[in-house]
């Protein structure tokens, strides 16, 4: 169960797009406002602030999802691997309560 590419899929449903091409996405059309900005001769500093802040939000937003993606992704790998689950022929072994001398 993948998660991360364009074109691949999580459970049959919509397409999953990679942290890193939602960021590309994001930052070619601050680059393209940008642009049309300058050419029509509007550009200015509040302008700038403002792209800038859009990057940093929706960037910080798109990092929050990957982690979470990340993590939901290694839990249940875990979890099947607890189960029983030998994918990838990995082995689950306990560990036993380690008699540590108390102080």
Not at 42 to 71: D, N, Q, W
Request: proline residues 2%; glycine residues 14%; without cysteine.
């Amino acid at each position: 169960m993948r998660s991360e590419g364009a074109g691949e899929r999580v459970d049959g449903s919509e397409p999953v797009i990679s942290a890193q091409e939602r960021l590309a996405d994001v930052m070619a059309a601050v680059v393209e406002v940008a642009a049309e900005s300058g050419e029509s001769g509007t550009y200015t500093a509040e302008v700038a602030r403002t792209l800038t802040a859009v990057v940093g939000k929706v960037g910080a937003r798109i990092a929050v999802e990957a982690e979470t993606r990340g993590f939901r992704s290694g839990w249940g790998e875990a979890i099947a691997l607890v189960a029983g689950g030998t994918e990838g022929g990995a082995q689950v072994l306990r560990m036993t309560n380690a008699n540590v001398p108390e102080e």
